[in-house]
């Protein structure tokens, strides 16, 4: 009984290493360019991935030009600005 749990433990380990390294070249035949080191292109996908989830747009303040993230804009008129102060000024300006 015992040795058939094990066969059985196996089987299932080998089965999950194949469908793993079978995702895995999906994965890197999909990308458009493969790295020269095909052991570590699918870490660096990931890390480069991940890199892009983080960042975000950048946006010009419609007053002094800065850039800044788009996640910080403060938006009066249909522009967006780097701060409240800063589109506070911009509607004092317009009238
Ligand atoms: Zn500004």
């Not at 010009?60 to 589109?87: I, K, L, N, T, W």
């Amino acid at each position: 009984m015992t040795r058939l749990l094990f066969w059985i433990a196996l089987v299932i380990l080998v089965v999950a290493a194949v469908r793993s390294k079978l995702r895995a070249a999906m994965v890197r035949a999909q990308e458009p360019s493969a790295g020269p080191a095909p052991a570590s292109a699918g870490a660096d996908a990931q890390a480069w991935s991940r890199v892009e989830d983080k960042s975000e747009p950048m946006l010009c303040c419609a007053r002094c030009g800065v850039y800044f993230p788009s996640s910080e804009a403060v938006r009066a008129g249909g522009r967006d600005y780097c701060g409240p102060a800063h589109a506070h000024e911009a509607q004092q300006d317009a009238r």
